[in-house]
Each structure stands twice: as structure tokens, then as C-alpha cells.
């Protein structure tokens, strides 16, 4: 019986497909925001509840925001969730790397600020 590899080691293994690995960049924008919004969360001492009330709004609307359900969450949204936890909202465009094999779309940096 031959042992299950670790998400790292999985990952690794997974990336070299070059179909995967651009399919897995052009997700990272969304997963590095849903993370960041975790993050400053988790960092302000705040439950998902709590963030729902200051904002307003109901618990699960907070659960779907970090599962990744803000496809269609306005800009000015996701800056009054970063704002209710003492953050900013900030994004960036990078310009194009075409040294990498990623580099076949525009790069977005999401940055979340503490202020």
C-alpha cells in the first residue's frame, strides 16, 4: 500500500501539468483575496458574525465572501468588509513576465492593508 503524498508535495506534482498550472494562476487573484479577507478576520479578533453585524448583514453572507462568492461583490463592497475590520483595500496591475509560462494574462496583486 503505497502512502498518500502531502498537499505539497501534491501540489508540486500537480503544477508540472502546463494546462493545470495556468488554470491554477489564473485562479490565484481569487483565492489570494478570499485568503486576505480570512487573514485580516481572523487577525482583527473577529468572528464572521460579528463582521456580518458591523456590516449589517447576515452571518452567511460573510461564510459565502470567504468561500470565494464574491464574483459578484462590487469593488466598493469588499472595501466596506476591509474597512469594518480596520483594513484597506488596494489593487494593483502587474505588468507581464514573458520569461514565465503564467505570464499569458494580466497579473493581479490584491493587497490588504492594516491602517
Same mark, same amino acid.
Given at each position: ?6 498537499? #505539497?508535495?501534491?501540489?508540486? !506534482?500537480? +503544477?508540472? &501539468? ?6 491554477? %494562476? $489564473? =485562479? ?7 485568503? #486576505?479577507?480570512?487573514?485580516? !478576520?481572523? +487577525?482583527? &479578533? ?6 456580518? %453585524? $458591523? =456590516? ?60
Amino acid at each position: 500500500m503505497t502512502k498518500r503524498p502531502d498537499f #505539497k508535495t501534491f501540489k508540486q !506534482r500537480a +503544477l508540472k &501539468d502546463d494546462a493545470l498550472c495556468l488554470e491554477y %494562476e $489564473r =485562479l490565484r487573484p481569487e483565492f489570494e483575496i478570499m485568503i #486576505k479577507l480570512i487573514e485580516a !478576520r481572523q +487577525l482583527a &479578533d473577529c468572528s464572521q458574525l460579528e463582521l456580518a %453585524e $458591523r =456590516l449589517n448583514l447576515q452571518q452567511p453572507a460573510i461564510a459565502r465572501l470567504e468561500r470565494g462568492g464574491y464574483a459578484t461583490t462590487s469593488i466598493s463592497k469588499l472595501a466596506q468588509v476591509a474597512d469594518a475590520l480596520g483594513y484597506s483595500l488596494t489593487f494593483s496591475l502587474l505588468p507581464k513576465d514573458s520569461m514565465k509560462k503564467t505570464a499569458k494574462r494580466t497579473q493581479t496583486k490584491v493587497i490588504v492593508k492594516k491602517v
